[in-house]
Each structure stands twice: as C-alpha cells, then as structure tokens.
C-alpha cells in the first residue's frame, strides 16, 4: 500500500528535498550527481528544472486548467479556446501536456526535467517546449541522445515519440530501477477508487474513460525502458 501511496504522490517519505536542490528519490541522488558529472566532463551545466510533484501540486494545476485558469496548449503551441470545447475534448487537451493527478511520474521522485541554463538567451525563461529543445538547448538533448544510448545509467526519455498519448517530452528523463517499481504499483482500478474522492474538476468524464487514459497516458510501455536497468 505504500509502495502506491508513494506512486500517486500522497505520500513523500522516499523524497530527498535538500540534497541536491530539488526534491527527488533519495536513492535517485547518487545517479543523479552521477549524470550531472559526466555532463560536466563535456562542458555542460546540466540541472533539474522540475522533480517531485506532490498528488495535491499536481491537483492544483490540473483544477487550474480544467477551469480556464491557466492555459492549456494545442499541437502547435497556441491556447486553446476552452469555451469552444465539450468536457470529454477538454479532459483529453489536457493530457496531452499535463499527467493526471496520482498518475504523474513527477509523483514517483525518479523523474526529473532536466536544462541548462548557461545555454539560454540572456533574459529568457525556461519553457521546457519542443522548440526549446531543439534551438537553444539543442546542444544539450544532442549530447544526452549519445550519452543516454551508449551508457548503462539508467536514464531513459519515457516520453520520447508520439507513439504514446502524450506529446514528446525530451527534456522528461526517468531513472528505470525506481520508476519500473512504482509504475508496476500503479493499478486502474485502485486509482480510479483514488480519483472518485477528491476534488478533481472533469471527474465524470475522468472516470468514464479511465482504462483509455491509464493505457494511453499513464503506462509507458515496458519496451521503452532499458534492457539493462
């Protein structure tokens, strides 16, 4: 039961929220310095923009969408009118960028998004967007596709073609002996009993097409994670 707790992001026990910065596993710390060093050696500042993700943040920005609060983007990067969209066309705009409360991977502590900020433009900010990606961070991602295909640390991009629901992440690594356990905690069924008690905003349609949320957007497919992690 812990081992699901932990999964959904009710409970923090396996979280390290001063070592190196970031909340993140406390067992993820050593691969992590472990990566960041060889990023180093190749004259990289690599760093976490983003790593543990309580159930309750992750409410509070899925709510914040699902009301017209905070935006919510189409394929090409531009807001959504929401007052032009059903409930059910909603629900699926979101997850394409943002996980499901107690579905997130930033709930498990061994996933992280990961920047440099020595090669963004003076004055910029951080979006994490594929565009980003591929122009002033580029040197970046290029350097982790080798890195990533020729070690045996961990790391993978679980988020990395659209062959899944959600769109491309390159920037979202997972470390594979942690998140293989708390993905294999994650059930349907004890999630949606999860989901039917809070106050998540689309919870209707939520738990009308759970199973095709859990395959499309909750469960990577074991063939994407490392043989050898």
């Avoid at 929401?82 to 579905?103: Q, T």
């Avoid at 003076?122 to 980003?132: F, S």
Wanted: hydrophobic fraction near 40%.
């Amino acid at each position: 039961m812990i081992l699901f707790q932990q999964a959904t992001g009710v409970d923090s026990t396996h979280i390290d929220f001063e070592s190196v910065g970031q909340p993140i596993h406390h067992e993820l710390c050593a691969p992590w310095l472990h990566l960041k060093a060889a990023a180093a050696d190749a004259g990289l500042n690599l760093c976490i923009a983003s790593g543990y993700r309580s159930f309750q943040r992750q409410l509070t920005i899925w709510n914040n969408k699902a009301s017209g609060l905070r935006p919510v983007l189409d394929e090409a990067g531009r807001p959504v009118d929401w007052s032009l969209l059903r409930d059910r066309e909603k629900l699926f705009a979101i997850l394409r960028w943002s996980a499901l409360p107690g579905a997130s991977r930033h709930h498990f502590g061994s996933d992280i998004d990961i920047y440099d900020p020595s090669l963004l433009p003076p004055g910029c900010r951080l979006q994490l967007t594929r565009e980003e990606s591929s122009g002033p961070l580029a040197p970046l991602h290029r350097w982790l596709d080798g890195y990533l295909a020729s070690s045996q640390c961990g790391f993978f991009r679980p988020y990395s073609s659209e062959q899944f629901g959600v769109a491309p992440e390159p920037w979202h690594l997972s470390y594979a002996p942690l998140a293989r356990q708390f993905q294999g905690a994650l059930t349907l069924d004890a999630l949606a009993e999860l989901l039917e008690g809070t106050d998540i905003l689309l919870k209707p349609d939520i738990l009308a097409n759970l199973p095709e949320i859990f395959e499309r957007y909750v469960q990577v497919p074991w063939s994407r994670y490392p043989s050898a992690a």
